[in-house]
């Protein structure tokens, strides 16, 4: 049989896992004995050469599943199907796709993330692409289209990662980003995490300059999704600035921050930049902080200048 596309895989995935964890590789070989794929289209492989055709339909299903709560990441490189999973698969029928995923709050959340992510915090919520609309589209529109839906995905997978990790690597991150962002040069000599106990309320430091005479102070706050930062630990952060002497710093958290919060830091005297999940992740993958560039698609017009007479 030819490989089943990622919404075609959704159901599948689900049982795999249903009877507890399993690794996502296991889970590719065992879907393939299921589903009889030859060997040909078990060894096919993206343009990339990194990855077959069919793991990759696999993680996509996986991470569609996850955002509407079906499937469960338990530890690194293993899911398992939830309650929720379990009941969907008795209740759909065999059939499980983005259609019905849309039943799902924590999904419908998702996507509505995905337009703040490309439109702004209060952006209406922009659908996903159907293939009619492909029709009706260039293939510029439609590779560019593809390209954010990847990123957006890539996005929230950040997130993700971030709050399953321990919190000295949130802290360690940030500082990686700040670092990568250009505030203050190499992370080995001008920017460290604190992370510990009596740190004054501050959990990373960067060096503007070699002898550390300008400093920003890092507050970094690991919080799910639905628990926003509230004015108070900005003012308790403004209060950490002070014991420091320091005129500026970054908090920064996987969550939101409330309105109180945003109006707190602008009405102190201290500048302190908010930073939120969504902005996060944006940064980490545009100045390639815990993800890395897989593939370069280079993009070809007609030289006009070379068939001039």
Known sequence: MAIPDYQALMAPVLDVARDGE?????????????????????QALLPSGKQTVFANRVHWAKTYLKQAGLVEATRHGHFRTTERGQQALCEAGGRIDNSYLERFAAFRAFKAGAAAFENGDDAPEVSITTPAQDDERTPDEIMRDAHRRIER???????????????????????????????????EAT????????????????????????????????????????????????????????????????STFTREAHAT??????????????????????????CRTEEVLHLKRVDEDFFLD
């Open 22 to 42: 399993i690794k996502v590789s296991q889970a590719v070989e065992r879907l393939a004995e299921t589903l009889g794929l030859s060997d040909t289209d078990r």
């Open 153 to 187: 995905e890539l996005r929230h997978d950040l997130l993700d990662r971030i709050i399953e990790a321990p919190p000295s690597l949130f802290e360690r991150l940030v500082v990686a980003l700040l670092i990568a962002m250009g505030y203050g040069g190499s992370a």
């Open 191 to 254: 920017g460290r995490a604190l992370g510990r106990s009596g740190d004054g309320g501050v959990d990373g430091v960067i060096d503007q300059d070699s002898l550390g005479l300008d400093r920003i102070y890092v507050q970094a706050k690991r919080y799910g999704t639905g628990n926003p930062v509230g004015a108070g630990a900005i003012r308790d952060f403004f209060g950490s600035l002070d014991r420091f002497k320091a005129a500026k710093g970054v908090f920064v958290t996987t």
């Open 265 to 290: 830091a602008d009405s102190l005297s201290k500048r302190i930049v908010l930073l939120d999940g969504n902005a996060l992740a944006g940064l980490m993958v545009r100045h390639g902080v815990g």
